[in-house]
């Protein structure tokens, strides 16, 4: 069984920064690839970022240059540093791990951006 806790979400300001972490525990297997998603409310989930194991990285054309992901696999932690936040960022952000053939997400953290 694998478990991915969340941690980071909160309040900044519009123009601010928050840094996202999700560490995985249990049986997972070494390639694999962690990401961010995140779903506003009234609108369907979408891809902010994910890494692979040896850090090929995909960003949202919204996240490019402002959001930043990265992986520590020794921990199975990911982190979404997230700079220049806007209120359209503000949105519940999921971690999901991909390990063929399952996927498993975590709880999913609330990001709120004030104007």
């Known amino acids: 069984q694998v478990q991915l806790v969340e941690s980071g979400g909160g309040l900044a300001q519009a123009g601010g920064s928050l840094r996202l972490s999700c560490q995985a525990s249990g049986s997972i297997f070494s390639a694999n690839v962690m990401g961010w998603y995140r779903q506003a409310p009234g609108k369907e989930r979408e891809l902010v970022a994910t890494i692979t194991t040896f850090g090929g990285t995909i960003y949202a054309t919204s996240a490019r240059g402002r959001f930043t992901i990265s992986r520590d696999n020794a921990k199975n932690t990911v982190y979404l540093q997230m700079n220049s936040l806007k209120p359209e960022d503000a949105a519940v952000y999921s971690c999901?791990?991909?390990?063929?053939?399952?996927?498993?997400w975590g709880q999913g953290t609330q990001v709120t951006v004030s104007s």
């Open positions: 999901q791990l991909e390990t063929a053939p399952n996927d498993y």
